[in-house]
C-alpha cells in the first residue's frame, strides 16, 4: 500500500492535493521534448507537464506517446478524467497536426476504460480551450466524464442559466447576419 501525501495547492502550475504518492517508476513520456512543431511551449511547466514527466503524481488510466488520460483530483463526478497531449500549449489551435490527430484516440480510449466500470457509452466530453473560457490549467485538455441516469449532471445548458432555454421560434435573420459576419 501506498502512503498517501498532501501538498497545498493554488491552481495553475502548482501542486494539487494528491492521494498517492509518485510509483515508483512513473514512467516518464519521451515525447514532451521532442515535438519539433511546438510552437506554444509554455516558460515553465505546467501541473500537467510536471504531470506527465513523472514529478508530480496522479491515477494515470491510459497513455500514449502523444497523450497521457488520468483521474481529475477534483471530479465532478465519480470516473472525472483528464485527456492532456504530451505537447505543452495551451489553446487547441497551438497543437502540432500530429498531437491534434492523436488526441481524440486518447478520449475514446479512455472512454472505453470507463465504460467498463460505469457500464455506460455516454460521456460529456468537454474542452476549456483559454483561460476565460474556463481553462484553470493553462495546457490544453479534454474532460472525459462518465454519464448515467439521475447522476444529477446537467447539460450544456446549466454554463448559461440566464440565456432563454431552447425553443420557440429560432431567429433565422439574426443567425443569417452572424454567419455572413464570420470569415470562412
Not at 510552437?39 to 510536471?50: C, K, Q, S, V
Not at 489553446?91 to 465504460?115: F, P, T
Request: aromatic share 6%.
Amino acid at each position: 500500500m501506498v502512503n498517501p501525501i498532501c501538498c497545498m495547492a493554488r491552481l495553475g502550475s502548482d501542486i494539487g492535493t494528491y492521494s498517492l504518492a509518485l510509483p515508483k517508476n512513473p514512467r516518464p513520456t519521451r515525447r514532451i521534448d521532442s515535438l519539433k512543431e511546438n510552437r506554444g511551449t509554455m516558460a515553465e511547466p505546467t501541473l500537467f507537464t510536471r504531470i506527465i514527466r513523472g514529478e508530480v503524481p496522479a491515477h494515470i488510466i491510459a497513455r500514449s506517446e502523444y497523450w497521457v488520460a488520468f483521474l481529475d483530483i477534483y471530479p465532478r463526478r465519480p470516473g472525472h478524467t483528464l485527456v492532456v497531449p504530451i505537447e505543452p500549449v495551451s489553446h487547441l489551435r497551438e497543437l502540432s497536426a500530429e498531437s491534434r490527430r492523436h488526441l481524440l484516440d486518447g478520449v475514446i480510449e479512455a472512454q472505453h476504460i470507463l465504460s467498463k466500470r460505469f457500464e455506460t457509452d455516454d460521456f460529456l466530453v468537454g474542452i476549456h480551450d483559454g483561460s476565460t473560457a474556463g481553462q484553470e490549467v493553462p495546457h490544453v485538455h479534454i474532460h472525459v466524464i462518465p454519464r448515467t441516469l439521475d447522476d444529477g449532471g446537467l447539460t450544456l445548458l446549466s454554463c448559461w442559466p440566464h440565456a432563454p432555454a431552447p425553443g420557440g421560434t429560432p431567429d433565422f435573420e439574426e443567425l443569417r447576419k452572424m454567419a455572413e459576419s464570420l470569415e470562412y
